[in-house]
T-cell receptor
């Protein structure tokens, strides 16, 4: 089945540690996105990429980093510089076509302990 | 920078009635796309409906329809014959073309819709 897979579903991080959230898609989509969801704030864009080896900062990129070495993969690293990382993280992908919607993964819930 | 605003944090509708969710956006572009997504308690994002800015005709998908007012930068969602399964968080979203900022996709804050039996 084609789709987007995020792992893990739940992730716990100690303060001061970096963690990496995985996002893999087998839809042959060019564009991929990372969002953070907090209660009452909707989805905020962290990073996005439209082609391999290229990505752009979204609205809240500070404290996060990404890579796009393969078309299928767009991992997100939450660094120790991110002061309040506890949130729900969503990955999405889409083709580069007019009006095409983005497809989403199931999300990763990150909690700092 | 583009922004999307949903001014109704919560809405409630009686089963079988009609409800309209509001969305406004700000952009200087003439070519873009608009979407409504639904997020049920499972948190899986589901596309409800889409609208291309260059099309004047409002999009419809079964019980869901939009009122797209390009000049006013307004994009409301109307749900007719509301069902219990429509209860969810609804997000309005805006996307540039891929030739402009790589198809940047941004969302509003969401509207929590409850459906009363």
């Amino acid at each position: 089945d084609g789709g987007i897979t995020q792992s893990p579903k739940y992730l716990f991080r100690k303060e001061g540690q970096n963690v990496t959230l995985s996002c893999e898609q087998n839809l042959n989509h060019d564009a991929m996105y990372w969002y953070r969801q907090d209660p009452g704030q909707g989805l905020r864009l962290i990073y996005y990429s439209q082609i391999v080896n290229d990505f752009q900062k979204g609205d809240i990129a500070e404290g996060y980093s990404v890579s796009r070495e393969k078309k299928e993969s767009f991992p997100l690293t939450v660094t120790s510089a991110q002061k309040n990382p506890t949130a729900f993280y969503l990955c999405a992908s889409s083709i580069r076509d007019r009006g095409t919607e983005a497809f989403f993964g199931q999300g990763t819930r990150l909690t700092v302990v | 920078a583009q922004t999307v605003t949903q001014s109704q944090p919560e809405m409630s509708v009686q089963e079988a009635e009609t409800v309209t969710l509001s969305c406004t956006y700000d952009t200087s572009e003439s070519d873009y796309y608009l979407f409504w997504y639904k997020q049920p308690p499972s948190r899986q994002m589901i596309l409800v409906i889409r609208q291309e800015a260059y099309k004047q005709q409002n999009a419809t998908e079964n019980r869901f329809s939009v009122n797209f007012q390009k000049a006013a930068k307004s994009f409301s969602l109307k749900i007719s014959d509301s069902q219990l399964g429509d209860a969810a968080m609804y997000f309005c979203a805006y996307r540039n073309t891929f030739y402009n900022q790589g198809g940047k996709l941004i969302f509003g804050q969401g509207t929590e819709l409850s459906v009363k039996p």
